[in-house]
């Protein structure tokens, strides 16, 4: 016989009182007893049961990805790990002979690439200063050939006023000698005197003839053999500039160099990642939050890389969100569906209600023991981490709830399409026509018909309860008054 599983968790407001009506028959003897319930307002709540287990989002097999010797395993079965959290330590020793080799090679380029920068701004410095004093010796050995060929103009200045002085020079002695010769003469001076005055004549117009000398040489320039000499001195200073010209090219073939030792360097770095990639390798770290359900190897263990398949080392839980999977009966799997909001507890956690929602209902079945099922997903809202893989688990699925419902007792409906009760008006029953509402196989919600406070019949005292309810409903309730 199909089996369903009801819960009533509505408190009602006011006690279901059982009234008992004593009639007397015609015949003065005692008729049966009745019983009665009152109508009262409280919550009803409609919900489909079913169990389960808390189950992981899904099982993460974390592998080795290095080939060595595990030389410590960080964490126990049990343990609740973060992402990036290390769980093993492979010893490898070629990835750390490969990442050694790998720092030495970079640090090699980053070396040379160094160098070479210097050698690059050494060149630019000698070059320019070169230029620079190639320049300068060009144009000394230029204004050289200007001057051997026509002299230099302050040169000529300097020997026409050095003539200018001597003339004048020479003038003053020629006065200073006829005045000396007139007072010889005169016998006012001795002849010393006026020898004294020819001398300096006599030097006054030698001083003019190599004035006149030296500025007539100046003013026609330097000798053939000076402008030769000029000359190939300047061609000399023109080839030196030519070749601090060409230290250009020597520093572009430098840059050359710094060129290659950066391709060098950038090779040397990206070599380096992948050995420090694979020595990272040997620290096996967790790729999800969750829990380590499963430690697969110990120290001292031998290990192979992924390359090679991968040595299982220890196998996660992801526990976020919590979910639970339980079965629900074919009979009521229909009225649960997607976004269903679900009261879940469990026998290791007495007292407590977990809020949870429907997330997954299987479109195939599992059988036992003749018994179809389906299997259905709940998301358990759990912040404290009450629940544990593997708990079992009880879920009721709130199919319809009402609060503050006006309700009698199941029994106290009658009828299949249209609905009535029997309201007890002093010693007599009176059918009354109803429209009703949720039920839950104990209590029924009375939508229309009805008042609160009213009495409703029931059935007899002696009568024991039939198997099927009044109203049809297969539940077989029995009424319990609220205290």
Do not use: C, H
């Not at 016989?1 to 015949?27: D, F, K, T």
């Not at 144009?139 to 000529?156: D, F, K, N, S």
């Not at 009979?331 to 026998?347: G, K, L, Q, S, W």
């Not at 879920?395 to 309700?407: D, K, P, S």
């Amino acid at each position: 016989m199909r089996r369903r599983s009801v819960v009533v968790v509505a408190v009602l407001i006011a006690a279901v009182a059982g009234i008992a009506l004593v009639v007397r028959s015609r015949g003065g003897s005692e008729t049966p007893r009745y019983r009665t319930a009152e109508v009262t307002r409280g919550d009803l709540q409609l919900s489909v049961s079913a169990s389960g287990t808390v189950e992981a989002v899904a099982l993460v097999e974390v592998k080795s990805r290095a080939t060595g010797v595990v030389t410590s395993m960080l964490v126990d079965e049990g343990a609740v790990v973060r992402k990036g959290q290390a769980l093993a330590v492979i010893d490898d020793p070629d990835a750390r002979a490969g990442l050694e080799s790998a720092r030495g090679a970079w640090l090699a380029a980053q070396a040379r690439l160094d160098q070479a920068e210097s050698n690059v701004a050494v060149a630019r410095a000698n070059t320019a200063t070169a230029i620079q004093q190639a320049e300068a010796n060009v144009a000394a050995a230029r204004a050289r050939l200007a001057q051997v060929q026509t002299g230099r103009p302050e040169e000529i200045a300097q020997a026409e006023e050095a003539l200018r002085q001597a003339r004048a020079s020479e003038a003053l002695a020629r006065q200073n000698l006829a005045r000396q010769e007139q007072l010889f003469n005169d016998g006012f001076v001795p002849r010393s005197s006026l020898d004294q005055a020819r001398n300096q004549w006599e030097v006054a117009a030698s001083q003019v003839k190599a004035a006149e000398a030296r500025a007539a040489q100046v003013r026609a320039g330097g000798s053939a053999q000076d402008v030769q000499i000029a000359r190939a001195q300047l061609q000399q200073a023109e080839a030196q500039l030519a070749d601090a010209r060409n230290g250009v090219l020597a520093v572009r073939l430098r840059l050359e160099e710094v060129a290659a030792a950066r391709a060098q360097l950038a090779q040397a770095r990206a070599n380096l990642r992948q050995a420090q990639d694979r020595a990272a390798e040997s620290r096996i770290t967790a790729p999800i939050d969750g829990v380590v359900v499963k430690r697969s190897v110990a120290v001292g263990w031998s290990v192979i890389g992924t390359a090679s398949g991968g040595t299982p080392v220890v196998t996660l839980a992801q526990m976020v969100p919590v979910q639970a999977k339980v079965y629900v009966d074919e009979a009521d799997i229909t009225r649960v569906t997607p976004r269903v909001m679900v009261d879940v507890t469990a026998d290791a956690l007495p007292g407590v209600t977990l809020r949870g929602r429907v997330t997954g209902i299987a479109p195939q079945p599992i059988v036992e023991q003749n018994v179809t099922k389906y299997p259905v997903t709940v998301e358990v809202a759990d912040p404290g981490r009450q629940l544990r893989l593997g708990m079992t688990v009880d879920a009721e699925f709130v199919i319809a709830r009402r609060t503050g419902a006006l309700l009698v007792p199941q029994e106290a409906v009658r009828g299949q399409e249209s609905k009535a009760v029997f309201i007890v008006d002093g010693t007599a029953l009176r059918p009354r026509v109803v429209e009703t509402g949720l039920s839950d196989g104990r209590f029924v919600e009375i939508l229309r018909g009805l008042r609160e406070g009213e009495l409703v019949y029931l059935g007899t005292a002696r009568q024991s309860a039939p198997s099927t309810p009044p109203g049809g409903n297969p539940f077989q309730p029995r009424f319990q008054p609220r205290r």
